[in-house]
């Protein structure tokens, strides 16, 4: 007997809810645990402009082949210049390489089979808190990992003076991960001057960033949430990136995403995309088409891009809407503590500051299902399930 001797593995603290959320049989259960996107009518609907490229993706596709080890050449483009912009310098230059991974998770650990394999030694420096599978994909790939400070709980704001002296002492060459927008689980992001003085204190340590980038387009614009992101991208510095379009495309099952590698100069990236082939080949071979191919179909065409663009403004608009009605709401039913910090936060998620136990209860009581640290996923709330949240909220903290 090999199997029954093993132990069993703990559920994923966030995957692990939606399993339990599915079982429950309560009628009025609200899931605000992962980040999946949920309009008005709490449903994740394909987007039109999705929908529309996949009609002509059907239409015109010929072969099942493989692909690159790395993806598509024209899909690598079109992700460079979103999360670069058109025309950047960088790309320009020949210094930037992408490759097409399964998810930003993908990206996440090629980027780490990397790290391990060609640069050793490394420590991985990750944000307190963070997204809880960023040290369960490190540690898988065999790297160190340790922390920096980023949240100021009492003042529902990023310990910026915290986080920046830690960055000072992180031996050089180490690997310190960002997320680009809407930090998950806190939504709170530092402002562009903060991401000047950050990228400054990498430069200065010479620490490599690597950047986490799932949110674009879900905080304040798809241009002013790459601010981060290009503000590391300087002259002859180096950084990976991590993209996922599960949200911003709707893609979750897809599992698209890209890990972007831009070096000091084109043999740099040269060098990187070889080893990361390398990598690839040795961990699922080649990525999966289609995701890709509606990525690349949208945004090379102005018409369909448009929609998009309209769709995630839509998107953004409503998570926005979500937190100032949700804030609201708490009051109105005469909810003592402040939540308006709530609504200077960016994108899916927020930090509530309700205990473990306040969050068993929910679950237990009322079905409302929050991750254990009390990151809520605003964008799990509607106008029709406000009341029956607020009110279990309400009764939690008295
Ligand atoms: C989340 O944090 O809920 C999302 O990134 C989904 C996931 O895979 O955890």
């Known amino acids: 007997m090999i199997f029954e001797a093993l132990p069993m593995a703990p559920a ?9 959320f599915n079982k429950d049989p309560n009628p009025n259960k609200i899931n605000l645990s992962v980040g999946v996107y949920k309009d008005a009518a709490g449903k994740t609907p394909v987007f ?9 993706i059907l239409q015109r596709e010929t072969s099942k082949d493989y692909m690159p080890i790395q993806g598509a050449p024209d899909y690598a483009r079109a992700v460079q210049a979103l999360v670069l912009g058109a025309d950047h310098p960088a790309v320009s230059e020949k210094r930037v390489a992408t490759a097409h991974t ?4 993908g990206a996440l650990r090629v980027a780490g089979d990397f790290i391990k394999h060609m640069l050793p030694g490394r420590t991985v420096w990750l944000s307190n808190p963070t997204w809880p599978n960023h040290p369960n994909v490190f540690k898988a790939a065999g790297l160190p990992i340790d922390t920096y ?3 100021d709980a009492a003042a529902n704001a990023l310990d910026f003076d915290a ?11 180490d690997v310190v991960v960002l997320h680009g927008c809407c930090h998950n689980p806190t939504g709170i992001d530092p402002t562009p001057e903060q991401w000047q003085i950050i990228g400054d204190i990498l430069d200065a340590r010479r620490l490599l960033p690597l950047i986490d980038f799932a949110y674009q387009g879900l905080g304040d614009g798809l241009e002013e949430d790459a601010a981060g992101v290009r503000a590391l991208c300087r002259p002859g510095r180096e950084m990976f990136i991590c993209s996922s379009f599960s949200k911003n495309f709707g893609l979750y099952n897809e599992r698209v995403g890209a890990l972007t590698v831009v070096a000091a100069n084109e043999q740099g990236a040269q060098i990187a995309l070889s080893q990361l082939k390398a990598c690839i080949r040795a961990n699922y071979s080649n990525p ?5 191919a509606i990525i690349t179909t949208v945004l ?3 018409d369909l891009r448009a929609e998009w663009e309209a769709e995630v403004a ?3 608009d409503r998570i926005n809407g979500m937190r100032t009605l949700f804030v609201d709401t708490l009051k109105a039913k005469g909810v003592q503590r402040d939540f308006s910090f709530l609504k200077q936060q960016r994108g899916m998620f927020s930090f509530s500051g309700l205990t473990k136990e306040q969050v068993e209860t929910l679950r237990q009581k009322y079905a409302i299902y929050i991750l254990g640290s009390g990151r809520i996923n605003v964008a799990g709330m509607t106008p029709g399930n406000m009341d029956t949240l607020c009110d279990a909220i309400a009764a939690v903290l008295r």
């Open 12 to 20: 994923d603290p966030i995957l692990g809810l939606t399993e339990a």
């Open 48 to 56: 039109r402009s999705v929908k529309r490229a996949e009609e002509r």
């Open 102 to 105: 399964p998810g930003g998770t």
């Open 149 to 151: 400070p980023y949240f």
């Open 163 to 173: 986080m920046i002296a830690k960055l000072k002492t992180i031996p050089e060459g």
């Open 288 to 292: 999966p088409a289609h995701g890709a």
């Open 300 to 302: 090379n065409d102005p």
């Open 314 to 316: 839509a998107m953004r």
